[in-house]
């Protein structure tokens, strides 16, 4: 990319950032004592909550639902653990990180190799327009949105809906997407056994569950958890990448740095919601090296307080705002409502 595309303030942030790589380099050593802890930490009061919401049936499905809410975050920090495994950070060794990350995905129903490889692809094109369904909720910008006829406008408002992005898209996603290979990569053959593989092994642990606790419990209790945990992370990529002023470019200007500081938002929530979610809020310095574990982010966030200059703070209440933001302007560098888009659309015709 040549720096003479790039503005004031990205110029600004190259410079600042330069030596971002000698920054991080110490914050990607796996730590076993931290791993060990987190896998603790978050396995074991999931299962005692899972065995308390088994047991709570008999007195009353409301507070088994209570019990799942809760129980659906600790959902997310197995799911951490699995997505730490994927970018083979959680372990030095491979082979533990595959053994493990493989464990998480029984609970979190995504299959771990699949997932790690369109997830991984992300982290290395995030914020190119060119490949943005992958890892990130489907957008489109201003032009293209312009360009549809009003069968394919509504098809779109109707998808950035808050009921279907952030409920049944999950539901789409945990269905579809997990089980059949949509992203084809290079290799559509080693692509598709690889999932089929980590779907058999899903699969064959929800059969033994099934049999041994009762189909119809196991899989009003679990069922519901993934579904909790899908709203979650659902709502997590879209604050994470979807924020007014984020970083979107076509392949030919993108830039990795930029991507990764503008492009990636740092959600600061209350420590309580930091430590369930495994530090992901943190996501711009996650971006920055996917080689760095969950457990260290928030010391080299701290460690190095230049790399949270430039980047978007969001907190919970901020981000309920960005529910708001539909279209990519290009023009403007931001994300605009449908509500902006129309008034543009007006301007530009009087005009």
């Not at 999931?46 to 308390?52: E, G, R, T, V």
Request: charged content about 20%; hydrophobic content about 50%.
């Amino acid at each position: 990319m040549s720096w003479k595309r790039l503005s004031a303030s990205d110029l600004e942030i190259k410079e600042a950032l330069k030596n971002w790589r000698q920054m991080i380099v110490k914050y990607q050593k796996p730590d076993l004592r931290k791993a060990i802890i987190q896998i603790l930490n978050s396995f074991l009061p999931f299962i005692a909550l899972w065995a308390l919401m088994y047991i709570s049936l008999q007195w009353s499905v409301f507070i088994t639902l209570g019990l799942g809410l809760i129980n659906a975050f600790f959902l997310v920090r197995i799911f951490i653990i699995q997505h730490d495994c994927g970018h083979q950070s959680f372990f030095k060794s491979r082979w533990w990180n595959n053994v493990v990350g493989k464990i998480c995905s029984v609970f979190s129903f995504m299959p771990f190799g699949y997932w790690a490889k369109t997830h991984n692809y992300h982290h290395g094109h995030s914020g190119m327009l060119e490949v943005r369904e992958i890892g990130d909720i489907p957008m489109l910008t201003v032009s293209e949105f312009r360009e549809r006829k009003w069968w394919g406008r509504l098809g779109y408002m109707i998808w950035r809906m808050p009921l279907v992005t952030f409920v049944i898209a999950p539901i789409y996603y945990f269905i579809v997407s997990c089980r059949f290979p949509i992203f084809k990569f290079n290799n559509l053959r080693k692509t598709f056994v690889m999932q089929l593989k980590d779907n058999f092994w899903i699969a064959l642990a929800y059969i033994v569950f099934g049999f041994t606790l009762g189909w119809a419990k196991f899989l009003f209790i679990q069922l519901m958890l993934v579904f909790f945990f899908g709203i979650i992370s659902f709502w997590f990529f879209y604050v994470q990448h979807q924020h007014e002023y984020a970083y979107k470019e076509w392949k030919d200007n993108w830039d990795f740095l930029l991507s990764a500081i503008k492009g990636a938002t740092y959600y600061k929530l209350p420590k309580m919601w930091q430590w369930l979610t495994g530090n992901i809020g943190i996501h711009h310095i996650h971006h920055l090296s996917s080689l760095i574990p969950n457990y260290n982010l928030e010391k080299c966030m701290k460690e190095n307080k230049v790399l949270n200059k430039y980047v978007t703070k969001v907190s919970f209440w901020e981000s309920l705002k960005m529910i708001n933001n539909k279209l990519w302007d290009e023009n403007q560098k931001k994300m605009i409502s449908f509500t902006e888009f129309y008034r543009l659309e007006k301007a530009r015709i009087i005009s």
